[in-house]
C-alpha cells in the first residue's frame, strides 16, 4: 500500500461522516436505551376499551382477597385506563404481603445493592389508604420497600405519589410490587420505576449511552414519530408513531402499539428524548419523520397537508424559539435552547410506493420554504441513476450476505456525483454469514466502510443497523449492541465501527494498493486524536481471504519518522469467522491493541486470515 503521506495532500472527510442510527426495534428504547422500569405503566397496552388486558401486570392474591378490573376513570385524558383493585381482606386476614399488583417489567428488573429507584404513581381510593411499594427479586426476597398512604382528606381525589428506594441487595431480575392490607377500593394509573442514576439525569440507562458514545457518533437516526426504520412508518398509518404523543408530561403520553415490531411502547422515549439523546452523545440529530405512507396504507397527495404540517411543527419543537407554539412545549420541557436540528428524512424505504413522490414534493416545498437550512433526504436510491425530485441527500439501505457486501466496497465509485449526496443510513450483512453477529459480518462491513470513506465526497454520512437488541425480544439480527436488564455487549460489527469512529472530519489520504489478491482491501486517513491531541496516519487494512497475506506499507512524504512510542496495532480477528460475543463471553471477538514498535513510513505488516487490522501511526 503506497500512501500519499505529504503535508496538505489528501481530501477532508465531512464531519458528519459515522453516526447512528437508532429504531424502536427489539425493544431498544423502551426495555433498553430508556431506563423505565415499569413496562405498560398506564395499563393501556390492552387498548382503549374496558375490560383491558394489563399484561404483563399480574395480581398478587386471589379472588377471595381481592378483585382487579379496568375502567376508564384515569384522570389522563389521553390514556384513560385506570387499574382498580377492590381489596376484600385486612390486616387479620390477608395473606402475609398483601394483596395487590407486580410488573416484571422488561423481562426483570436490575436492582442493585446501595441504589436508589424513584417509583410515582397515582392513586385514588375509596378512604384512607395504605400501600406497601417493594422492589422483590425473583426468589420472592423483597430488596427495597416503603410504605406510602393517604388519609380521608386527600384519598378520593387522583394524588401524585412518589418515593425513593434504595436496594439492600442486588437482583437483576425483580419486580415490583404494589401491595396492600387495607380493606377498600382503590385506583392506580401511570406507574413508573427509575433507578435515579441515568446519564444526566436524563433517563438513559447508563451502560448503554456509554456503548453508543464510544462510537463517537457524529449524528443520530431516529423516528421522531419516533423514529427511523419501518417504525416510522407502522403497519397502518393509525399505529404510526406520532410525535406529539411521545412530547410533555410522560403520564400525559398515550403510548402505541408497535406494529411493525409488534409491541407496546408507553412513549417515555418520544421526540424530545430523542433530541436530547442526540444532544448528549455529541451527535446532530437526524429526524425521520412519516411522510402518510404506512407500510399497507398511505395518505393521498391530496390529503397529505396535515401530515405537512405535524413535521413542520415537529422542526419548530426541536428548533423553534422558546416563544413558538412548539418551541415553548419543549421549554416547558427543561430544554429552552433549540436543538440543533439539521437534517430531516422524508419517510423511510417508500420510494416507488404510489404515493411517495407526491407526498415528497409537499413536504420538500414547505419545509424548504420555512427552513431552507434544513437538509432533506429522500429514500429513492441515486446511487445508480439521477434522481428526478429534488433533495440534498439519498437515502441507501443494504442488508446482504458477506461476500457481497465485501465487494460493495465500490458501489459508490462509479455513481453519479452530481446529484445529492449519499446517506447510507442503513447496512449490515444478515441471514447465515451473520447469524446473531459473526466475525465474518464484521470483516465484510469494514471492506464496504472502506469504500465509503473512498467515496466521502458523495457518501457524506453512514449508520449501521439496527443499534440494539434486548435479547429476551430479538424481532431483528444480528444487532450491534446486545443486552437484557443488567448486561451487554459489543457484536464484531459494533467492534469494527470503533475503527471507524475517527473518520469523521479526518482527511482522506490517496493511496494505492497493489495486489494480486481480491480479497484485501486498504485505505488511511489522517486524523487528530482528541484524547492527546496528537495526530496520527490510521491505515486500516482487511484480508477477506482464508489465507494469511502480507503487506507492504510505504508512505510517502513523511520528512519525520514515524514516532515508535505513540504508534499502535489494532486487529479485530477470530480463529473461526463464525465465532460471536456472548453474555458469557462478551470479549471473545474484540480489537486486540499492541504498541507498534516497528513504526515506520516502510513497513510490513501480516493480516491475518479474516482480519481487519488497523494501524496508527503517531506523526
Ligand atoms: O433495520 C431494520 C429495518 O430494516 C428497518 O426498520 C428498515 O428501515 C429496514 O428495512
Known amino acids: 500500500l503506497v500512501v500519499d503521506g505529504s503535508k496538505g495532500s489528501g481530501r477532508q472527510i465531512p464531519d458528519t461522516f459515522f453516526g447512528a442510527f437508532f429504531e424502536e426495534i427489539n425493544h431498544a428504547g423502551a426495555g433498553g436505551l430508556w431506563a423505565e422500569m415499569v413496562r405498560n405503566r398506564g395499563f393501556e397496552a390492552g387498548g382503549a376499551n374496558v375490560p383491558s388486558n394489563i399484561y404483563p401486570w399480574t395480581i398478587i392474591g386471589d379472588e377471595s ?17 385506570a387499574l382498580r383493585m377492590e381489596v376484600l381482606c385486612n390486616a387479620k386476614s390477608c395473606p402475609n404481603n398483601g394483596v395487590g399488583i407486580s410488573n416484571p417489567g422488561f423481562w426483570g428488573m436490575n436492582i442493585e445493592e446501595g441504589k436508589t429507584y424513584r417509583v410515582i404513581f397515582h392513586a385514588r381510593a375509596l378512604g384512607p389508604f395504605d400501600l406497601k411499594v417493594s422492589l422483590v427479586g425473583d426468589d420472592g426476597v423483597s430488596v427495597a420497600s416503603t410504605q406510602v398512604g393517604r388519609d380521608g382528606s386527600y384519598a378520593y381525589k387522583w394524588t401524585r405519589m412518589e418515593t425513593t428506594l434504595e436496594a439492600n441487595a442486588t437482583n437483576h431480575n425483580s419486580s415490583l410490587q404494589i401491595t396492600t392490607n387495607h380493606r377498600g377500593v382503590i385506583w392506580l394509573d401511570q406507574v413508573s420505576a427509575m433507578p435515579l442514576d441515568t446519564h444526566k439525569g436524563h433517563g438513559f440507562r447508563k451502560d448503554l449511552f456509554q456503548m453508543v458514545a464510544n462510537l463517537k457518533p457524529k449524528f443520530f437516526r431516529f423516528p421522531g414519530i419516533f423514529l427511523s426504520g419501518c417504525y416510522v412508518e407502522g403497519g397502518y398509518l393509525r399505529n404510526a408513531f406520532r410525535w406529539k404523543d411521545s412530547v410533555g408530561a410522560w403520564e400525559e403520553r398515550a403510548g402505541h402499539f408497535n406494529d411493525v415490531w409488534h409491541y407496546w411502547t408507553d412513549d417515555g422515549f418520544g421526540f424530545f428524548e430523542g433530541l436530547q439523546f442526540a444532544e448528549d452523545v455529541g451527535a446532530l440529530p437526524v429526524w425521520v419523520f412519516n411522510n402518510g405512507i404506512g407500510l399497507h396504507d398511505a395518505v393521498d397527495t391530496s390529503a397529505v397537508l396535515p401530515f405537512v404540517q405535524e413535521a413542520l411543527d415537529g422542526i419548530e419543537f426541536a428548533r423553534g424559539s422558546p416563544d413558538s407554539t412548539w418551541g415553548s412545549v419543549r421549554a416547558s420541557m427543561g430544554h429552552p435552547q433549540p436543538f440543533d436540528l439539521r437534517f430531516v428524512a422524508i419517510g423511510n424505504e417508500e420510494c416507488g410506493m404510489p404515493n411517495y413522490l407526491g407526498n415528497y414534493l409537499k413536504f420538500y416545498a414547505a419545509i424548504k420554504r420555512s427552513y431552507p437550512d434544513i437538509q432533506i433526504i429522500t429514500n429513492c ?3 445508480g441513476q439521477n434522481l428526478d425530485m429534488p433533495a440534498d441527500f439519498y437515502d441507501f439501505h443494504i442488508y446482504t450476505n458477506a461476500e457481497d457486501m465485501f465487494y460493495k466496497n465500490t458501489k459508490f465509485d462509479a455513481a453519479p456525483r452530481s446529484g445529492p449526496k449519499a446517506f447510507v443510513s442503513e447496512y449490515a450483512v444478515w441471514k447465515d454469514d451473520a447469524r446473531d453477529g459473526t466475525l465474518l459480518s464484521a470483516v465484510a462491513e469494514a471492506a464496504f466502510l472502506i469504500g465509503l470513506e473512498r467515496n466521502s465526497d458523495l457518501v457524506h454520512m453512514v449508520s449501521y443497523a439496527p443499534l440494539f437488541v434486548n435479547n429476551n425480544d430479538r424481532m431483528w439480527t444480528p444487532d450491534a449492541i446486545v443486552f437484557n436488564s443488567h448486561q451487554h455487549y459489543g457484536t464484531p460489527s459494533y467492534w469494527n465501527q470503533q475503527l471507524f469512529s475517527e473518520s469523521s472530519g479526518a482527511t482522506w489520504l490517496n493511496s494505492t494498493l497493489q495486489t494480486s489478491s481480491t480479497k484485501l482491501v486498504a485505505s488511511a ?43 499502535k496495532m489494532m486487529v479485530l480477528t477470530a480463529p473461526n469467522v463464525m465465532e460471536e460475543n456472548s453474555f458469557s463471553e462478551p470479549n471473545k471477538i474484540v480489537p486486540q491493541h499492541t504498541l507498534l514498535l516497528n513504526a515506520n513510513k516502510d513497513m510490513d505488516v501480516t493480516l491475518p486470515p479474516y482480519s481487519v487490522t488497523s494501524l496508527d501511526l503517531l506523526r
Open 65 to 81: 382477597s381481592i378483585l382487579v378490573s379496568t375502567d376508564r376513570t384515569s384522570c389522563f385524558e389521553r390514556n384513560k385506563i
Open 381 to 383: 436510491d441515486g446511487s
Open 525 to 567: 486517513i489522517e486524523f487528530n486524536n482528541s484524547e492527546d491531541n496528537k495526530t496520527y496516519i490510521r491505515i486500516k487494512a482487511v484480508n477477506f481471504g482464508d489465507d494469511p497475506e502480507n503487506l507492504k506499507i510505504s508512505i510517502n512524504g513523511l520528512t519525520s519518522n514515524v514516532q515508535k512510542s505513540g504508534s
